[in-house]
């Protein structure tokens, strides 16, 4: 058991003006861990994690228990969507009140919404840190479609267009390519042949080129991968060298081996574009692919069986990483009981060991895993696509690389 | 007349219990409905065991259509995933925008096809015809998606006259109208103008002219009166285009409408939502075509329902 203390900032308040402190606190947190709610997405690993609530020390002090000791369970925490809930509103008009009209404490307060249309926000002034309140208020307003977002940005209609990507943005006069990665990937599978031979899942690794793939599909707004990204590990891609590959098959005695590669358009267009480059990429060094597509349904469903009966290889884009559960995304990829068709029992014991170091022996034993990952290549990490944003010429976003995107770094140039 | 009216109501509903159970196949057999309601990625076993048991997946596939089939014929599709609320309650609010736009688009259609294919037929020979002619084969062959495109890039980023997408004031509606009654304005010019030109070769339109009736007169009330028939029959066919096309056009323009709502709850992978809609687009196609045959009746005194 660990214990978890909290000193709250004095001098928040809610847009309603009650004072956020230790009371307030904890009430939010009772609504995040009750059990109830909690039998909706994702939550029920998270109270699980709690040996009991938050208990309140003083005024402006809280404590919770966790039954291990889990340093990625802050990102977890506000993943699920902790937010601070004003516990008098909620006394009095129910927490369904709520979600039609949120209070919370911070710098823009909600003034009116309609349905799939518009949200409006404006400056609250008892903000604690005027200083990052760059704008009197903000507008989000919805268009599925991504061409039309980032028209609306040309037209004056808006200011920031989200996610447009790459071939949108070059109709713009000012865009950004930000974080928010989705890292494109081939699982190669270490328990069927041939993808069992480590020779093997190294030459294809080898067979790739990835600054070629990166600059002729995404056109400079991907990077060439090593391991997913938006992670704080020191790592070289595999270097392109196609001979070298087909040596290596050629050693394995898998020259002329037919390999069955699926993908499915799950999170990027450009899936399809990729699926043919590592086919004649794959081809070229003496495999012959054999290139299934996938619909979205059965895609899951191929993605979540038994290792064993999943095909040799299958690509995969994933957004793993990107809220900083580094732990829980390398037990994802690479864990026996993951979904990345790897399962290597040296590896396995690491596992409940990294979720327990801070500081630099953590960053040091990811350095090691993934090291060692690399060697014995369970993956083939091709690229790193970051999201591109639309922009009006008057703002100069300073954008962190992971998923957030704050109003508090979207500012006037 | 009413022995026409239960019988093609059983029909309807025969269609609306095919669809209830192609509905229930496509989302339970295809796949495992769990898997595609989540993200593997963040979700453990334990979990997911949770969900497929509050979803009431985990129970025999004959107790989950007749749960799923029993809440169907009640409007009941469960409650959204993302919104917890009831699926129904979310779609039947986006329903008075897709009939807006639809109807709309109907009415325009009307107005622009009647005079142009009057026009082409009556002056066949004119160069005034072959512009129509011309133009309206453009419009029945372009797709929409293409067309709503242009329109954004033409009247909102150069022009600047409208807006490029959104709902509330009337100029949210032209682009969306024009880019899905443009198909439907060709198609329909062209199969008036055929019916018109047939009709003029009609006896009752010398008869007509012989008693001295004024030529508006004649082709207002005589020619197009019997040509429109056809018009009719038509409709039923626009009205399932028109709701196909809304799941595009609605996208594109941010119409928050039912095509709009169903493509979303696809995305968000939103089974109740999606059902629901899918199960009341179906409903409105029914209702529409019942409704067009008893019009048809109710125009054409030779046509009756028996």
């Known amino acids: 058991m660990i214990v978890w203390r909290f000193t709250l900032r004095e001098g928040v308040t809610f847009h309603n003006g009650e004072p956020w402190n230790a009371e307030a606190a904890k009430a939010s947190f009772d609504v995040l861990a009750d059990a109830e709610l909690a039998s909706s997405l994702g939550k029920v690993s998270f109270v699980s994690l709690f040996a009991s609530g938050m208990e309140i020390v003083d005024e402006m002090t809280v404590d ?172 070289e891609p595999y270097p392109y060298d196609p001979d070298a590959a087909a040596a290596l098959i050629e050693e394995a005695g898998f020259t002329g081996t037919e390999v069955e590669m699926v993908y499915g358009e799950n999170r990027i267009p450009e899936e399809v574009q990729l699926a043919e480059i590592y086919t004649a990429s794959l081809e070229a060094i003496g495999l012959r692919v054999q290139l299934t597509r996938l619909e979205p349904q059965q895609y899951n469903d191929v993605g979540g069986l038994p290792f064993e009966e999943q095909p040799a290889l299958f690509m995969e884009t994933t957004s793993s990483g990107n809220y900083g559960d580094v732990v829980g995304a390398l037990r994802d990829k690479y864990g026996c009981q993951g979904s990345g068709t790897y399962c290597n029992p040296e590896i396995e014991a690491d596992w409940a060991e990294l979720s327990t170091l801070t500081g630099e022996e953590r960053a040091a034993l990811i350095q090691e895993i993934a090291e060692r990952l690399h060697a ?33 770094d979207v500012k006037p140039a | ?57 985990n129970r025999p596939m ?37 009939l807006l736009l639809g109807g709309v688009c109907i009415v325009v259609t009307f107005m622009v096809a009647i005079p142009a294919a009057v026009i082409s037929a009556y002056w066949s020979r004119s160069w005034v015809a072959t512009v129509i002619t011309t133009v309206t084969t453009g419009f029945a062959s372009v797709a929409s998606f293409w067309v709503a495109l242009a329109l954004i890039f033409v009247f909102a980023i150069e022009l600047k006259w409208l807006p490029t997408s959104g709902y509330g004031q009337w100029q949210h509606m032209v682009l969306p109208v024009i880019a899905l009654a443009i198909a439907p304005i060709g198609r329909f010019t062209q199969i008036l103008e055929a019916s018109v030109t047939n009709e003029l070769r009609e006896p009752y339109v010398s008869t007509a002219r012989a008693k001295g009736l004024r030529e508006t007169r004649v082709i207002y009330r005589h020619v197009l009166r019997n040509a429109l028939i056809v018009g009719v029959t038509l409709l039923g066919g626009e009205v399932i285009f028109l709701l196909n096309g809304a799941v595009l056009i609605e996208t594109i323009f941010a119409w928050p409408g039912i095509g709009n709502v169903a493509l979303e709850s696809a995305q968000q992978r939103d089974l109740p939502v999606l059902m629901a809609s899918v199960v009341l687009v179906g409903l409105l196609v029914v209702v529409v075509n019942l409704a067009v045959d008893v019009a048809y009746a109710a125009i054409d005194p030779r046509v009756r329902l028996t």
Request: glycine fraction near 8%; charged fraction near 20%; avoid cysteine.
């Open chain 1, 64 to 235: 919770l228990t966790t039954n291990v000791p889990d340093t990625e369970f802050l990102g977890l925490y506000m993943r699920l969507g902790y937010v601070g809930l004003p516990p008098q509103f909620v006394a009095e008009n129910g927490l369904e009140a709520l979600s039609e009209q949120p209070i919370g404490t911070g710098p823009y307060a909600f003034t009116s919404w309609s349905r799939g249309q518009r949200v409006v926000l404006e400056r609250y002034d008892g903000y604690w840190e005027p200083e990052v309140q760059h704008w009197a208020g903000v507008e989000f307003i919805t268009r599925p479609e991504a061409s039309v977002r980032a028209q609306t940005v040309r037209a004056g209609e808006a200011h920031f267009a989200f996610n447009i990507g790459a071939e949108q943005a070059k109709t713009l006069s000012k865009s950004i390519a930000a974080g928010g990665f989705q890292s494109s990937s081939i699982r190669l599978n270490n328990t069927i042949a041939p993808t069992s031979d480590q020779r093997v899942r190294e030459a294809i690794n080898l067979a790739l080129d990835r600054q070629a793939i990166v600059d002729a599909i995404f056109d400079g707004t991907a990077d060439p991968l090593s391991f997913f990204a938006y992670q704080p590990i020191d790592l």
């Open chain 1, 376 to 408: 014995d290549a369970p993956r083939a990490w091709v690229a790193g696509v970051r999201q591109v944003h639309g922009l009006a010429d008057f703002l100069e976003p300073d954008l962190p690389l992971n998923a957030y995107i704050l109003l508090d």
């Open chain 2, 1 to 57: 007349m009413i022995a026409y009216l239960i019988r093609r109501g059983a029909a309807g509903a025969a269609v609306m219990l095919a669809l209830v159970v192609l509905a229930f196949l496509a989302s339970h057999y295809v796949g495992d409905p769990v898997n595609m309601m989540v993200d593997s990625e963040y979700v453990t076993d334990a979990e997911y065991d949770v969900l497929r048991e509050a979803g009431g997946y």
């Open chain 2, 62 to 98: 004959h107790e989950q259509f007749w749960d799923f089939f029993s809440g169907a014929i009640r409007g009941d599709f469960g409650d959204s995933v993302w919104q917890n609320r009831p699926a129904t309650e979310i779609v039947a609010e986006r329903l008075p925008a897709t």
